[in-house]
């Protein structure tokens, strides 16, 4: 399977770079310019246009550049953003190239698109956004698309573009909202993880629990490998709905070896927020059990110490790893 996988991958990059030459013609505006075009187009929840047919078309003009790389989703209510900051950071202690992209941001539009943890500059922002800016204009001269493609749309593009040029080995991406028809989710990535489900943006996603885990479950497809936080039962039972009709067998994150699934490190009179013990499924594919084996093979990912594994498997272990952590930390911190 991962040779397969990465003969895709190479396939991909190969008609990426003729493309590339193509679209580097258009002519760049500076930072400021693309960053005004961007928020011109109108707050990213307000005037979202869910649907992914939009994105689907532009990332095809501008060549599939996530078909590059390997990807992890991470979608949920709470959680999303700590799963992917865990992950990002044991992928580079691991030595893995890696890409990430996140929302919203806090000062700069440019926190939203890392590479091996430092946001993309300025002026590669620019370019790419000019680029992507330039096809979405093309696409809608040419009756392709009917209407311009929105804020988060756009900078999906740019990120997902941005780490084809770059050449990560692996994007982790957060959902902006939702995840059936969230721009993220055209990426078709190879891992899912879903942290733990609430009640969030019932405007969009549904009133009920069930509803809205419908919508974060949808990003589960054939193949993908995925990894599900702790859930309220309601939450769950549509998760691995989805799991079954798909033909996905899960790993389910938060299960463990003691009563509770977690075990604590007693500090003084407190107790350090508690790390599932066991993930059953990637234990075999290590190839031991539960145990402390087990969670020191972890710690040499993420000390880039452990014998050669490929990305992919890695990506796995990790996801695991990263949305067991925030299954228990989120409930309680955020």
Same mark, same amino acid.
């Given at each position: ?9 190479? *396939?991909? *990059? ?18 400021? @310019? ?45 959680? *999303? ?25 806090? #000062?700069?539009?440019? @926190? ?19 680029? #992507? ?19 988060? %749309? ?9 780490? $084809?040029?770059?050449? #990560? ?43 809205? $885990? $419908? %919508? *974060? ?95 992919? %498997? ?5 996801? $695991? ?14």
């Amino acid at each position: 399977m991962f040779h397969t996988l990465r003969r895709i991958v190479e *396939k991909s *990059k190969n008609a990426f770079a003729k493309l590339r030459h193509a679209t580097k013609k258009c002519s760049y505006v500076n930072f400021q @310019e693309s960053e005004h075009y961007l928020l011109s187009l109108g707050n990213e929840v307000s005037a979202m246009k869910l649907g992914l047919e939009n994105i689907r078309t532009l990332l095809a003009a501008l060549g599939d550049p996530q078909k590059n790389y390997l990807k992890v989703q991470v979608a949920g209510t709470n959680g *999303k953003g700590s799963v992917c900051a865990f992950l990002n950071s044991i992928c580079l202690n691991a030595g893995i190239k890696t890409g990430m992209y996140t929302s919203p941001h806090l #000062v700069s539009i440019t @926190e939203r698109v890392k590479f091996d943890g430092i946001d993309i500059s300025d002026g590669d922002f620019a370019e790419f956004a000019s680029r #992507v800016r330039h096809i979405a204009e093309t696409l809608v001269a040419g009756g392709e698309l009917e209407n311009v493609p929105t804020f988060f %749309e756009q900078v999906t593009a740019i990120a997902l573009i941005a780490f $084809a040029e770059a050449n #990560v080995e692996l994007a982790i991406l957060e959902t902006g909202l939702g995840g059936r028809l969230d721009a993220t989710t055209v990426a078709n990535a190879e891992i899912a993880a879903i942290t733990r489900i609430d009640i969030d943006h019932q405007k969009y996603l549904g009133e009920t629990i069930e509803e809205i $885990a $419908a %919508e *974060k479950a949808a990003i589960i497809h054939a193949g993908s490998k995925v990894v599900i936080g702790d859930q309220q039962s309601e939450a769950m039972d549509v998760i691995l709905e989805r799991c079954r009709s798909v033909g996905v067998d899960p790993i389910l994150a938060a299960t463990g070896g003691n009563p509770a699934g977690r075990e604590g490190v007693d500090v003084g009179e407190t107790e350090t927020p508690s790390l599932p013990v066991g993930f059953p499924p990637v234990a075999a594919r290590i190839g031991s059990t539960p145990t402390e084996r087990h969670r020191s093979r972890i710690t040499s990912i993420a000390s880039g110490s452990c014998s050669p594994i490929t990305t992919f %498997e890695a990506a796995w272990i990790i996801a $695991a790893f990263s949305a067991a952590i925030s299954s228990i930390v989120s409930p309680r911190y955020f």
